[in-house]
C-alpha cells in the first residue's frame, strides 16, 4: 500500500513540475486575425469557417454510428457460436440486441429520427 501512494504522489509531482515548467517556458500567443483565420492558399475564406449545422443531421450521424458499431461487434459473435455455449450465447446476443431495439425505440419515440422540424 505504501508503494502505490508513494508512486502516486511521485506521479502526480512530475506532472505538475512540468506542467509548471511548460507553462513558464512556452510562449504567449498573440491572438490576431490571420493566426485565427482559416488557411486557404493565402486567399481570404469565402465563408465562416464555423457555420451552425443541422442538429439532426448529428443525430443521425451519431446514430449510424451506433448500429455500424453494433454490426461490428456481432460479427465476431457469430464465429464464436460454435465453441461457445450455446445458451450462453444465445442469451447474450439477445440481450444485445433487446439493449440496441429498445434505444432504437426511445430515439423513435422522442420523436429523434424525424428529419424536419
Excluded at 500567443?29 to 493566426?35: A, G, L, Q, S
Excluded at 439493449?99 to 422540424?117: A, D
Aim: hydrophobic share 55%; net charge neutral; with cysteine.
Amino acid at each position: 500500500m505504501l508503494k502505490i501512494m508513494i508512486s502516486l504522489i511521485l506521479a502526480s509531482t512530475i506532472s505538475i513540475g512540468l506542467m509548471a515548467i511548460l507553462s513558464m517556458v512556452s510562449k504567449s500567443t498573440i491572438m490576431d486575425r490571420e493566426k485565427m483565420s482559416p488557411f486557404e492558399c493565402g486567399f481570404d475564406p469565402k465563408s465562416k469557417a464555423r457555420m451552425p449545422f443541422s442538429i439532426q443531421f448529428f443525430l443521425i450521424a451519431v446514430l449510424f454510428l451506433i448500429f455500424d458499431i453494433e454490426i461490428a461487434i456481432i460479427l465476431p459473435m457469430m464465429v464464436t457460436m460454435k465453441t461457445s455455449n450455446l445458451m450462453s450465447w444465445t442469451l447474450t446476443a439477445s440481450m444485445f440486441i433487446l439493449i440496441l431495439t429498445l434505444g432504437l425505440y426511445h430515439e423513435w419515440k422522442n420523436n429523434m429520427l424525424e428529419w424536419s422540424n
